[in-house]
């Protein structure tokens, strides 16, 4: 089983992926935690020192990789999609769900959040609709299905999820118990 999370900065990739990846008893991988293993510094202090490019450069490299061998549950970065060589490695290696969130439920989030280089801006509102903006139509060409996070908890998110994946032929039907309410 190979499914990958898609969506904007803080649309809960890494953390409904890690708790899919427990309720499906696979691997969770977080993309950017396996670029900052290999750039051995965090990606905020690469990409101020090498700029976007260059991290882009690693990012699909990585992806290339985990595609390669394609399994478990990937959270992916929310600048993944912008070039065509990852959106075609996710979407023909994985499962794609888009996590998709509201710039206004983003900035709700990530309003305190200092680790993420593109909303380090003086309007993060107005940077988080751009990104939508921008970024929505390859979210959605890359996903297999759209899950709105919208104000759902993690672990009802996860049981969406869980169900989306049975519709689609990819975990069994009754397989995975819905996990207690949290």
Excluded: W
């Amino acid at each position: 089983m190979a499914v990958a999370l898609v969506g904007l900065p803080g649309a809960g990739k890494s953390a409904v992926g890690r708790r899919l990846g427990a309720r499906l008893n696979t691997p969770f991988i977080d993309t950017d935690y396996v670029i900052e293993q290999r750039i051995g510094c965090s990606i905020r202090d690469y990409f101020d020192r090498e700029g976007e490019v260059a991290f882009r450069d690693i990012e699909q490299t990585v992806i290339a990789d985990l595609a390669a061998n394609a399994q478990g549950v990937l959270a992916t970065g929310g600048g993944a999609v912008l070039r065509e060589a990852n959106r075609s490695q996710l979407r023909d290696h994985f499962h794609v769900i888009y996590l998709r969130s509201s710039p206004e439920d983003l900035f709700r989030r990530l309003r305190h959040d200092v680790k993420r280089p593109l909303l380090q801006v003086a309007d993060p509102l107005g940077r988080l609709r751009e990104l939508h903006d921008a970024r929505d139509p390859l979210y959605r060409e890359t996903a297999h299905d759209v899950v709105d996070t919208g104000r759902p908890s993690i672990a009802m998110l996860v049981n969406i999820i869980v169900m989306q994946l049975e519709l689609a032929g990819i975990v069994a039907p009754g397989a995975h118990p819905e996990e207690p309410a949290s």
